[in-house]
């Protein structure tokens, strides 16, 4: 009786929230993806190798997320729109955090802004406008799990800037920003500025983000972010990529340039570094449900000469419908003495100076 009367005054408040959000036109929307992995070698606190894994696992292609999204029709073409998304995992229901810390409720973006023909101004946390750009360049689309997503979250957050992520989640959300976005037929621009406000004062966390990419018979992508620290850490990061649509084939490539300094001055026994990653890769759209990846990934850092790795990525789409999609990838890793994440596509997850390999099969839902 209890439980019947939670589930009536639950449906009743989102009956009451539906019907006065109908003049505002919100979204709720979300995304469950979940499977099982098998990884061949597993990484233990030391990365040394402590025996295979099989897991359920979040996030095999895309992100475990909720959010709410609207607009608000202002007259002559202005809208008002908002932003709320948070990360979940749906391994275990619970909140995703970084670690073992906990994350901001709306960990991937609560903004609000004004949009029209001239593009979308957005203030709060929100999605790094260089990422964005790059979508259509990296080899895997920046699939939540092995791809150059990782590299590009590990070559970014400087040790000073606000360890628990909150003010920047390794520059894929960055909080305290201010961004522009627009599109002029084939091109499509995109910057920010965010403010800092770490926990170490003013500067900590500041971010400069500038991107750009053309869409025509083939793709161009070209991005700059760099993230400082505190008190002088810093973090720059350049990215170039390119893709070629040719019959039922698509090919990318995409090349990343970051370096980072003065860490020594915020975390005891940490280096400088300057890392350069590669993906190459093709999309086979074999028939309209199945899509085939095969992509290859390189990443040296030039300051640690056992700093390297080599992944080979092996997938395979199939989307049931619009909104369900079964998936099964295997990758292969091959990390040097002293590879770290800002090198590899698999975060740590297997360990340095071994050849590892990953099999993972899962579905994800989009509501």
């Keep these: 009786m209890i439980k019947n009367t939670k589930l009536c005054a639950i449906a009743a408040a989102v009956s009451a929230f539906a019907g006065a959000a109908s003049a505002q036109n919100v979204t709720l929307f979300g995304r469950i993806d979940a499977g099982v992995q098998y990884s061949s070698k597993v990484a233990g606190p030391d990365g040394d190798d402590i025996g295979h894994r099989t897991e359920v696992n979040n996030g095999g292609i895309l992100p475990s997320i909720w959010g709410l999204k609207g607009s608000e029709d202002l007259g002559g073409g202005l809208k008002a729109v908002f932003n709320l998304e948070a990360d979940f995992d749906s391994s275990t229901g619970g909140h995703r955090g970084l670690g073992n810390i906990s994350q901001p ?200 000469d056992e700093d390297k790795t080599k992944s080979l990525v092996l997938s395979n789409d199939y989307a049931i419908s619009k909104r369900t999609t079964l998936y099964a990838q295997y990758v292969f890793v091959d990390k040097d003495e002293q590879s770290t994440a800002r090198t590899g596509i698999d975060l740590g997850l297997t360990p340095q100076d071994e050849k590892s390999h990953i099999l993972g099969i899962g579905v994800k839902h989009d509501f």
Excluded at 201 to 208: A, F, N, P
Excluded at 227 to 235: F, K
Excluded at 258 to 284: K, M, P, Q, S, Y
């Design 105 to 304: 409720v709306f960990s991937r973006q609560a903004n609000v802004g004004l949009s029209s023909d001239w593009g979308t101004l957005l203030i709060g946390r929100q999605y790094s406008p260089a990422l964005l750009q790059e979508l259509g360049t990296d080899p895997r689309g920046y699939k939540e799990s092995f791809s150059m997503l990782l590299p590009y979250a590990a070559n970014q957050l400087p040790p000073g800037n606000d360890l628990s992520g909150q003010n920047n989640g390794g520059a894929i959300f960055t909080s305290n920003l201010v961004s522009y976005t627009g599109k002029f037929g084939p091109f499509s621009v995109g910057a920010g500025f965010g403010l800092g406000e770490g926990n170490a004062g003013q500067g900590d966390g500041r971010t400069y983000v500038l991107g750009g990419s053309y869409t025509g018979p083939f793709v161009v992508s070209a991005t700059y972010q760099k993230i400082e620290g505190a008190p002088d850490a810093q973090t720059e990061r350049f990215g170039l990529g390119f893709a070629l649509p040719w019959d039922i084939f698509t090919f990318k490539v995409l090349w990343s340039h970051a370096e980072g300094e003065d860490f020594a001055d915020v975390v005891a026994g940490a280096d400088d570094f300057e890392t350069d990653v590669i993906g190459v890769g093709a999309d086979l759209k074999w028939n309209p449900s199945n899509t085939a990846t095969i992509a290859f990934y390189y990443g040296e850092d030039k300051d640690e």
